[in-house]
């Protein structure tokens, strides 16, 4: 079954799918433990250029889209109301944290809107230090 389900996701992003984002930071712990993958924590808010730049230019980029599916949890959270430990709370956006299920950080936060070509390196690389 979870064979297949990866499989539908693999040819939804290649079709044009979406990043499948979770919005509560501790069920996307639930989801990380249970499918033994790292976590992307988007932290963003309202009005946030930056923020819409990357959802619009980089975090829809197909390539980025079936990586981020295939072996992450992603997480998008406001960072006004969220339920995220204080580690992880910030006031600027956007910032993707690079964290393990169990909550230890993988990497150096990405704070800042980036290029398509930068932030799928940065996935590889945190990744692949997992």
């Not at 433990?33 to 976590?39: D, F, G, I, L, Q």
């Not at 995220?84 to 006031?91: H, I, M, R, T, W």
């Not at 393990?100 to 690389?125: C, E, N, V, Y």
């Amino acid at each position: 079954m979870r064979a297949i389900l990866g499989l539908i996701f693999m040819i939804i992003s290649v079709f044009g799918g979406d990043i499948v984002w979770q919005t509560s930071y501790k069920e996307a712990v639930e989801k990380a433990k249970n499918e033994s993958k790292p976590m992307v924590l988007f932290m963003n808010q309202p009005g946030c250029g930056a923020c819409e730049y990357m959802k619009k230019n980089v975090l829809s980029d197909p390539q980025i889209v079936e990586y981020l599916n295939a072996h992450y949890v992603a997480v998008s959270l406001d960072i006004h109301k969220n339920d995220a430990p204080e580690q992880f709370q910030v006031k600027v956006t956007p910032v993707f944290h690079f964290v393990r299920g169990d909550g230890s950080i993988i990497q150096p936060t990405l704070i800042g809107g980036k290029t398509a070509p930068f932030f799928i390196k940065l996935l590889i690389k945190a990744d692949e230090a997992q």
